[in-house]
């Protein structure tokens, strides 16, 4: 990690005044020109938005630009601990490049460079190898507080429910204050990140045993109660790496990475062909090479980052067991035994870092939507020999991340509904969960709620037409001519 020397004290606020001086210059955020609207005597919102992580912040922002200014972000977590980044995400830094703008919203002012540079100087970013997790994290803050993002922590959604055709109702509670409120949506957006649609995926036969001995790599784990342990990994991705690296560092007397396959992977095929072509394109492909392209990245799988996985492996009780499938989990005594094609191997605790699912189930506040909802496996047969079920259960979305139905006209509101999270990437690409493309994803799901916006109110909006009265022209730019002109005629005459 490169030594920071932080600029002079008025480096961020020379920053956020040049934010301002861009926005000045481009007319951003335009006018409001969306018309209240009330129900029950409350005013609703144009867009209530779960979640204010990354995503969330993001899709805030992209309607704000568009002159959508009655929308809310509600957010479970404390301030400053929305999403992943210093929480269940314990990787020392991001593996995305430094310089990706992710939700910049093409504005040079917004980066994370420039928010690091105000701070700490060119020199300090040339010297910067990649972003630490922590840090991101404090730029997500800055990001909300700069462009006033409306943002209310401890707050739950626990139901939701049409009203109608055309209207959302969401029930929350508010944690800080004990509350139940109910709050109305012409649109609401799931910002809710990697398990947004489910929970962490874990074995069936994990279930049996008693959950002092194990946990998902997402869940909220105790890692000094580990200090003196032996721990068992369960997969060889980023977050696997990441747990386990954390496990040693506390203390951990020795962590085994259970791999399943003979090698690990070690191309990021996605990222080797990102461009703009993938980014605005993939959305444009058939269901058949849209469902290619992600199962054959799924199958090749994603390597761990090589910091990470050396994080690991610097360490004489991180181990790698290569070609050693789980078969089974069992408890003995005050141990659980890890049962595998390769034999049995006893631990003190295991942490299961195998990916998340759909599951919707799991999502109280899509109870009363699950049922309509539209997923791949209801539309689309894959080729033999393509059979992927992590790709079914995806949901098939339309063209601005709007949930569809299963059945055409059982539950009309379901398109109100946008799936701005991570399963969202059969159908629009990885605009939605990853960093990099972040900004076309939220200009995306922003432009269709405008236009959305826009043909639901057109009676208003036709009648503010014709009530238009302002003139340009005052009627004392000219004179009528009209005399002039017979006189010419009676001389062409003549």
Same mark, same amino acid.
């Given at each position: 990690?490169?030594?920071?020397?932080?600029?002079?004290?008025?480096?961020?606020?020379?920053?956020?005044?040049?934010?301002?001086?861009?926005?000045?210059?481009?007319?951003?955020?335009?006018?409001?020109?969306?018309?209240?609207?009330?129900?029950?005597?409350?005013?609703?919102?144009?867009? &209530? &938005?779960i979640g204010a992580g990354m995503c969330g912040l993001v899709a805030?922002?992209?309607?704000?630009?568009?002159?959508?200014?009655?929308?809310?972000?509600?957010?479970?977590?404390?301030?400053?601990?929305?999403?992943?980044?210093?929480?269940?995400?314990?990787?020392?830094?991001?593996?995305?490049?430094?310089?990706?703008? $992710?939700?910049?919203? $093409?504005?040079?002012?917004?980066?994370?460079?420039?928010?690091?540079?105000?701070?700490? $100087?060119?020199?300090?970013?040339?010297?910067?190898?990649?972003?630490?997790?922590?840090?991101?994290?404090?730029?997500?803050?800055?990001?909300?507080?700069?462009?006033?993002?409306?943002?209310?922590?401890? &707050?739950?959604?626990?139901?939701?429910?049409?009203?109608?055709?055309?209207?959302?109702?969401?029930?929350?509670?508010?944690?800080?204050?004990?509350?139940?409120?109910?709050?109305?949506?012409?649109?609401?957006?799931?910002?809710?990140?990697?398990?947004?649609?489910?929970?962490?995926?874990?074995?069936?036969?994990?279930?049996?045993?008693?959950?002092?001995?194990?946990?998902?790599?997402?869940?909220?784990?105790?890692?000094?109660?580990?200090?003196?342990?032996?721990?068992?990994?369960?997969?060889?991705?980023?977050?696997?790496?990441?747990?386990?690296?954390?496990?040693?560092?506390?203390?951990?007397?020795?962590?085994?990475?259970?791999? =399943?396959?003979?090698?690990?992977? =070690? &191309?990021?095929?996605?990222?080797?062909?990102?461009?703009?072509?993938?980014?605005?394109?993939?959305?444009?492909?058939?269901?058949d090479w849209k469902w290619k392209f992600m199962d054959y990245v799924?199958?090749?799988?994603?390597?761990?980052?090589?910091?990470?996985?050396?994080?690991?492996?610097?360490?004489? $009780?991180?181990?790698?067991?290569?070609?050693?499938?789980?078969?089974?989990?069992?408890?003995?005594?005050?141990?659980?035994?890890?049962?595998?094609?390769?034999?049995?191997?006893?631990?003190?605790?295991?942490?299961?870092?195998?990916?998340?699912?759909?599951?919707?189930?799991?999502?109280?506040?899509?109870?009363?939507?699950?049922?309509?909802?539209?997923?791949?496996?209801?539309?689309?047969?894959?080729?033999?020999?393509?059979?992927?079920?992590?790709?079914?259960?995806?949901?098939?979305?339309?063209?601005?991340?709007?949930?569809?139905?299963?059945?055409?006209?059982?539950?009309?509101?379901?398109?109100?509904?946008?799936?701005?999270?991570?399963?969202?990437?059969?159908?629009?690409?990885?605009?939605?969960?990853?960093?990099?493309?972040?900004?076309?994803?939220?200009?995306?799901?922003?432009?269709?709620?405008?236009?959305?916006?826009?043909?639901?109110?057109?009676?208003?909006?036709?009648?503010?037409?014709?009530?238009?009265?302002?003139?340009?022209?005052?009627?004392?730019?000219?004179?009528?001519?009209?005399?002039?002109?017979?006189?010419?005629?009676?001389?062409?005459?003549?």
């Amino acid at each position: 990690m490169t030594v920071q020397n932080p600029q002079p004290a008025n480096g961020l606020a020379n920053l956020e005044k040049r934010l301002a001086e861009d926005l000045s210059l481009l007319e951003l955020p335009p006018k409001d020109w969306v018309p209240a609207t009330e129900y029950d005597g409350r005013r609703v919102y144009d867009a &209530v &938005v779960i979640g204010a992580g990354m995503c969330g912040l993001v899709a805030a922002a992209s309607l704000k630009m568009l002159g959508i200014f009655n929308v809310i972000c509600l957010d479970r977590a404390p301030e400053g601990l929305e999403g992943p980044w210093i929480t269940y995400a314990r990787m020392e830094t991001l593996r995305s490049p430094k310089q990706l703008t $992710g939700p910049a919203l $093409g504005l040079p002012a917004l980066t994370f460079r420039a928010w690091y540079v105000a701070q700490f $100087g060119a020199e300090a970013w040339e010297a910067l190898g990649k972003i630490p997790k922590d840090q991101w994290m404090e730029y997500l803050v800055w990001y909300r507080k700069v462009l006033a993002l409306p943002v209310r922590n401890l &707050v739950t959604v626990t139901d939701m429910a049409p009203v109608g055709e055309n209207l959302i109702a969401l029930d929350a509670t508010d944690k800080a204050s004990g509350r139940e409120e109910r709050i109305y949506a012409r649109h609401v957006i799931l910002a809710t990140g990697r398990d947004g649609l489910g929970c962490g995926y874990v074995p069936e036969f994990a279930k049996d045993v008693d959950r002092r001995f194990w946990a998902h790599s997402a869940d909220d784990i105790d890692f000094a109660a580990l200090k003196g342990k032996r721990v068992a990994v369960i997969g060889a991705g980023a977050s696997a790496m990441d747990n386990a690296a954390t496990a040693l560092e506390a203390g951990a007397d020795g962590v085994d990475m259970i791999i =399943r396959r003979k090698e690990m992977p =070690r &191309v990021n095929k996605f990222t080797g062909i990102s461009s703009q072509g993938v980014v605005q394109g993939f959305a444009g492909l058939s269901d058949d090479w849209k469902w290619k392209f992600m199962d054959y990245v799924l199958g090749a799988q994603t390597p761990p980052p090589r910091d990470s996985t050396l994080r690991v492996s610097r360490h004489p $009780g991180g181990r790698f067991f290569l070609d050693t499938a789980v078969r089974g989990l069992r408890q003995s005594g005050d141990r659980v035994v890890v049962e595998t094609n390769r034999g049995a191997l006893e631990y003190d605790f295991v942490i299961f870092a195998t990916g998340f699912r759909v599951d919707l189930d799991r999502r109280p506040e899509l109870k009363n939507f699950a049922p309509f909802i539209r997923f791949w496996q209801d539309i689309f047969t894959p080729a033999e020999g393509m059979e992927n079920g992590e790709l079914a259960t995806s949901p098939y979305l339309g063209p601005d991340f709007e949930f569809l139905e299963k059945v055409p006209g059982t539950c009309p509101a379901l398109r109100l509904v946008h799936c701005f999270n991570y399963p969202a990437s059969l159908s629009h690409g990885k605009l939605s969960g990853d960093i990099p493309a972040v900004s076309d994803g939220g200009r995306r799901l922003a432009r269709g709620i405008a236009r959305s916006l826009f043909v639901a109110d057109r009676e208003h909006h036709f009648a503010s037409l014709m009530a238009y009265e302002t003139p340009e022209l005052l009627g004392d730019e000219w004179t009528d001519s009209a005399a002039t002109l017979d006189e010419l005629r009676k001389g062409a005459a003549e």
